[in-house]
Nanobody
Framework: QVQLVESGGGLVQPGGSLRLSCAAS????????MDWYRQAPGKQRELVAQ???????RYRESVKGRFTISRDNVNNTLHLQMNNLKSEDTAVYYC?????????WGQGTHVTVSS
């Protein structure tokens, strides 16, 4: 079955950490560029971090120095380590796989940063 399944979301206090995971199945994971997106209530979905096949990474400015994207091509899993979380990081986080014109999205995992 071709799918991406996110996990690791939850409720965390400001300044806390979470590690999101995205498990891929049914695709040749190592050949895909992988992204994390997020969508806050009432806002458009936005790109958070990217990692290419060669492990080149890019981040949106607001998460630089706090978030780290990584990939495990043995276990077909994408990760997002999120540290020093802020209330504005509250959103549904989605992973996306891209190969040429083919894209695949996960169903999302909720992250709430609140005291």
């Amino acid at each position: 079955q071709v799918q991406l399944v996110e996990s690791g979301g939850g409720l965390v206090q400001p300044g806390g950490s979470l590690r999101l995971s995205c498990a891929a199945s049914g695709i040749n994971f190592s050949r895909f560029a992988m992204d994390w997106y997020r969508q806050a209530p009432g806002k458009q979905r936005e790109l958070v971090a990217q990692i290419t096949m060669s492990r080149t990474t890019r981040y949106r400015e607001s998460v630089k120095g706090r978030f780290t994207i990584s990939r495990d091509n043995v276990n077909n899993t994408l990760h997002l380590q999120m540290n020093n979380l802020k209330s504005e990081d509250t959103a549904v986080y989605y992973c996306k796989a891209t190969y040429g014109s083919y894209t695949l999205w996960g169903q999302g995992t909720h992250v709430t940063v609140s005291s």
